[in-house]
């Protein structure tokens, strides 16, 4: 008898816990009571995130609580993480990491809507990720070191005695991706082969950045870049700005659209609000805000881009059913032959 009284007890307590437990965490299944606050694990840029968080915040009480880290690198914390981590959204400077994180079965659908308001190129086409903003690819260059006519029609031939010691790059994620169209236009043989040429006679730089200055300033002739970097130039240095930009419009790899992408997590704390985000940043508002603070295209047709821009249709690489965000599924081909060339 004793024992059976301690059971009941146990379990009076066990379910009071229970309720108690539930109540603070706000799991109870009302919707009033579920987190205000979602976790966004960021890597874009901070001028795009950071005005499109406030107008989220101000528009819906929702907080954003911000980890920032490098786009290469918070896929694999989340990764890691996995059903412990506290991420709601990701929002990172490419999307071939989202491809890999969808593959461990760490994404959540995306709703119909959202997918109808990305093209068909620039999302994933099992609707788990999508770009939130366009940047192509793009060649940046000294009009006193290179003519524009003497770009090659494509970057495949800057490897060439011409070239040697003129041709600026930075292994970013957006190289990388540069690197897939390559190995999907001209084959891995004559891509590492390019890539060893480019070890051998170019010139690396830590970032995008850092080549936009070095070819202004004549120290190289030409860099493999994202298109905004040189207008973020081009609104620094105003008269002062020498360098120029050539967009690839003949399918070549040297031109290319890329993506930032964004998706929300499967397993996030919070999965209404991480899809409220993930709908605002996709929507006419969230689009118009972050062209104001951005040299990147929005990705929702209609939206006008940023007026220091060049129409996309005057820019578009016309490669996008090619090697658009869509079809870059698989990067570690790129990290393996640059690995092979000693780049990274
Ligand atoms: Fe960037």
New binding site residues.
Partial sequence: MGVGRKAAALMVLVALFLVAGCASLGGAGNAAERPKSITLYAGQ?KEVVEPLVKAFEEKTGITVRIRWGETGELPNQIAEEGARSPADVIWI?ATPPLVGLKERGLLAPLPEDVLAAVPAPYRDPEGQWVSASLRLRAVVYNPDLVKEAEIPASILDLASPRWEGQVAYAPSGAFQGQIEAMVQSFGEEKTLEWLRWLKAHGEMYKN?TAITKAVNDGRVALGLI?N??FYIQKAELKDQLKARIYFYTNGDPGGQVLGAGVAVLKHAPNPEGAQAFVAFLLSEEGQKLMAQNSYEYPVREGVPANPALPPFSEVDPKNSDRFGPAYLTDYQRALKLLQEAGIS
Avoid: K, M, T, V
């Fill in positions: 840029h400077e995008n994202n905004y970097y």
